[in-house]
């Protein structure tokens, strides 16, 4: 144990926390209600193919209602010429006690559908986002079950799924003019061979444009709600997208310092 670990466990073995008990079924459960009260109000969760996923934050309230934290204990570079890729391992634990109650492994790599324009540190920091989840669902999945959500951290998902792929096939339509097909046969084939360079045209936000967003969220005047939300979506921004969001935070601040009420 680095001696970097063992200041942070001293710290927060002094803070003071709250009296439920995860060996206690009916404490838990009131709690899985005010869990499930707290993500919905404050939108932590992410909805992939109808189904409710928590992200991380909401693990993070359940844990930290329990007397439970994530510390970071590595986070190595494994990657290669090819592929950026981070490995990190997270413990969790338990400030009544001062024993380690759990831990959770996780990587992240640009090859990922959906993180080929991430830049380095945005992987390493979802490395570790994965692994502070996946240590809370070793030990708190049931909590976020009966709070009515599915039990995996939203960041473990994959949000494209395969549709892109699959459009190509679900685009043969001229089925019911057979004589017609032939004809027309060339145009389609040169379309999509088309569509994968069409598919890479949009940039993600650039480390200049999500350096403002985050110099902006950190101004007093906005709230921390709209801070949380923006954070949580920053990683998915396009350089346009990223353009709108700076210009309406700096108007929503604006407004607030001239005295308008005006959500970021």
């Excluded at 090859?111 to 809370?136: L, P, V």
């Amino acid at each position: 144990m680095s001696e970097a670990t063992k200041i942070t466990k001293e710290q927060v073995r002094k803070t003071k926390v709250e009296s439920y008990d995860i060996s206690r079924s009916d404490e838990t459960l009131q709690l899985a209600t005010d869990l499930a009260k707290f993500i919905k109000d404050n939108k932590l969760s992410t909805t992939v193919q109808g189904k409710e996923f928590v992200n991380v934050e909401g693990w993070q309230y359940a844990g930290s209602r329990l007397g439970i934290v994530p510390i970071v204990d590595h986070v190595i570079n494994v990657s290669n010429e090819q592929e950026i890729k981070y490995q990190a391992k997270v413990t969790l634990f338990d400030m009544r006690s001062g024993h380690t109650v759990g831990a959770g492994f996780a990587i992240c790599s640009n090859k990922e559908q959906g993180k080929k324009f991430y830049q380095e540190f945005a992987i390493m920091s979802m490395a570790q986002t994965r692994a502070i989840g996946k240590a809370y669902r070793n030990i708190l999945a049931w909590i976020i079950r009966a709070a009515g959500y599915e039990p995996t951290p939203a960041e473990e998902m994959e949000y494209g799924g395969n549709t892109p792929a699959a459009q190509p096939a679900m685009q043969v339509t001229p089925s019911t003019a057979p004589v017609a097909v032939a004809a027309e046969a060339p145009a389609p084939m040169k379309a999509v061979a088309a569509e994968p360079v069409a598919a890479e045209a949009p940039a993600y936000a650039s480390a200049s444009q999500k350096e403002e967003i985050i110099r902006l969220l950190n101004h007093p005047l906005i709230t921390r709600p709209e801070k949380t939300k923006m954070l949580l979506n920053i990683n998915r921004l396009d350089e346009e997208r990223a353009t709108q969001a700076i210009a309406k935070l700096k108007k929503a601040i604006d407004d607030r310092e001239n005295g308008t009420a005006a959500a970021a």
